[in-house]
Each structure stands twice: as structure tokens, then as C-alpha cells.
């Protein structure tokens, strides 16, 4: 699978939007991009996967590059409880997620 | 829906004894994966099913570990004999699909082998 690359820690004020980005430049046509949270002292959960375009739900949006060489995860308006690690994943024709390092996001009053 | 159920919550056993954590998967759900999360390594996939049969097992460390699914609602994951390496959070998870539908994962098993 094709490696990402996300910063180790973002803050964030709360009620405040939130960009956490992710670079994938060996990404291949036929690769999704796969976002998973981990709260703490919880299992992951699924937040959003795109392909090509740009991706929205109850829970984040989720930004594409033109050339899909990276992607952002944006939470609108952030709340204590969106404190968590974020993961960007590339998902090709296997079933398997590779996590990463993920971003430690700090949400604060 | 109960989501993912894995049994128990927390383990603490001597070195050379054997474990069994259980994984039920969410009812429909045709995919299970079995994970190991420590703080040196992160999330790592140890192996995963379709359909009750493993596909890939690759990412199981060594042959101490083995994994059944007699079935579409159960799976375990057994460690034989188990070492204080192995002390880590298991996680199951499972999904409707194999590949890009999304994985829900289960409470997770902090596992203590002392």
C-alpha cells in the first residue's frame, strides 16, 4: 500500500474548524482515501473515504487534490470530543487497513 | 445493534499460559479483521477473514498465534504460549464488504502477560 504522511499533532480551539491535512504522492489510480479516528481508549472508527471528489457528512468533509496527491479532513466545528488520532489511509484492492502515526488532535476550550 | 462484541474487556495472564480472546462480528457482515495495537508499533492488521475463511495471515507474528472463524458470528484469536511481548490491545473489527466499505471495531482486549 501506498505510504502517507501526516503531521504528528494539531490543536485546535473548539467550535473552530479544523484541517488536518495528508500527503499520499505515491498514490495510485486506484486507491481510496480512508479517514479512521481513534478517541481514546476506544477502537477506531470510520470517519469518511473519498476517491476523486470531494466527500461530505454528518461527521467531516473530506477535500481531494486535483492531482490526489493529498487530501485534507475538515472538521467544521470542533468539540472536545473530536479530540482524538486521526488516520489517513490509502485503501487499494485489498481488504486490509495499514495505519499509520496518525495526527493527535488537541481540542481546547 | 450490539455493534462488534470482543470478550473480555481485559486479560491478565502468566507467561506461558494460553489466551483465547473472542470476536463476535456485527450480524450481516461478511469481513472480520483481528488487529494488535502496542505503543512501539501502532495498529498493526494480524489477519483478516471473508466469508469465515482467512485470506490473509500474514501479519500474524509467529506461529504462537493462530485464529478461527467457525462461523459468521464468532472468531477467536488464540496465543499459545503467550510471552510478555504479546502484551498489547486487540481490536476485531468487521465490515459489510471486503474492500471499500467501512471497518467497525470492537472495544478492543487490553491483553497483560506477565
Known amino acids: 500500500d501506498a505510504k502517507t504522511t501526516q503531521p504528528n499533532s494539531m490543536e485546535s480551539n473548539e467550535e473552530e474548524p479544523v484541517h488536518l491535512p495528508c500527503n499520499h504522492s505515491?498514490?495510485?489510480?486506484?486507491?481510496?482515501i480512508h479517514w479512521y479516528r481513534q478517541l481514546p481508549s476506544q477502537g477506531p472508527e470510520y470517519v469518511i473515504h473519498?476517491?476523486?471528489s470531494n466527500v461530505n457528512n454528518r461527521m467531516a468533509s473530506l477535500a481531494i487534490a486535483e492531482d490526489r496527491k493529498s487530501s485534507t479532513l475538515i472538521l467544521h466545528r470542533a468539540t472536545l470530543r473530536d479530540a482524538a488520532v486521526y488516520y489517513c489511509?490509502?485503501?487499494?484492492?485489498?481488504?486490509?487497513?495499514?495505519f499509520g502515526t496518525g495526527t493527535r488532535l488537541q481540542v481546547t476550550l | 445493534d450490539a455493534g462488534v462484541i470482543q470478550s473480555p474487556r481485559h486479560e491478565v495472564t502468566e507467561m506461558g499460559q494460553e489466551v483465547t480472546l473472542r470476536c463476535k462480528p456485527i450480524?450481516?457482515?461478511?469481513?472480520l479483521f483481528w488487529y494488535r495495537q502496542t505503543m512501539m508499533r501502532g495498529l498493526e492488521l494480524l489477519i483478516y477473514f471473508n466469508n469465515n475463511v482467512p485470506i490473509d495471515d500474514s501479519g500474524m507474528p509467529e506461529d504462537r498465534f493462530s485464529a478461527k472463524m467457525p462461523n459468521a458470528s464468532f472468531s477467536t484469536l488464540k496465543i499459545q504460549p503467550s510471552e510478555p511481548r504479546d502484551s498489547a490491545v486487540y481490536f476485531c473489527?468487521?465490515?459489510?464488504?471486503?474492500?471499500?466499505?467501512?471497518?467497525?471495531f470492537g472495544p478492543g482486549t487490553r491483553l497483560t502477560v506477565t
Open positions: 489511509i490509502l485503501r487499494g484492492t485489498a481488504s486490509k487497513l495499514t
Open positions: 473519498g476517491l476523486t
Open positions: 450480524s450481516g457482515h461478511n469481513s
Open positions: 473489527a468487521s465490515s459489510v464488504g471486503r474492500v471499500n466499505y467501512e471497518q467497525y
Open positions: 505515491t498514490i495510485s489510480g486506484t486507491d481510496y
